[in-house]
């Protein structure tokens, strides 16, 4: 699936079974909640946290399926293509970073 395809297929969802999106403030929060439980997965699986009883059936794909599904929406509503974002936000990170971590000891 492309990421016009996702944004396509989170929009039908939407406008069939979720009825209509939420507004752009709850999906942010949302995306917030979302993103905290991938923290949360990532704090106990590759961190120093231990895991608790509750967290033991956590699926981190899941997850990170949740936080994709939620920003798709938040792009939806506001008329951007995350394509076209994407692409755009690559060649920023290639000008600007050309050599910066080629150069940065820290990843030596």
Same mark, same amino acid.
């Given at each position: ?22 507004? $752009?403030?709850? *999906?942010? %929060?949302?995306? #917030?909640?979302? !993103?905290?439980? @991938?923290?949360?997965?990532? =704090?106990?699986?590759? +961190? ?7 967290? $033991?059936?956590? *699926?981190? %794909?899941?997850? #990170?399926?949740? !936080?994709?599904? @939620?920003?798709?929406?938040? =792009?939806?509503?506001? +008329? ?29």
């Amino acid at each position: 699936m492309t990421i016009k395809e996702a944004q396509e297929t989170v929009d039908q969802w939407i406008n069939s079974t979720g009825i209509r999106y939420f507004n $752009e403030l709850t *999906n942010t %929060a949302i995306l #917030m909640e979302e !993103v905290g439980e @991938v923290a949360r997965i990532m =704090a106990r699986k590759y +961190g120093e946290q231990s895991f608790k009883k509750s967290d $033991e059936e956590v *699926n981190l %794909a899941d997850e #990170m399926a949740d !936080v994709m599904f @939620v920003l798709i929406c938040l =792009a939806n509503q506001t +008329g951007i293509d995350l394509t076209e974002a994407l692409a755009q936000n690559l060649q920023k990170k290639s000008i600007r970073d050309a050599d910066r971590h080629k150069n940065n000891q820290k990843l030596r």
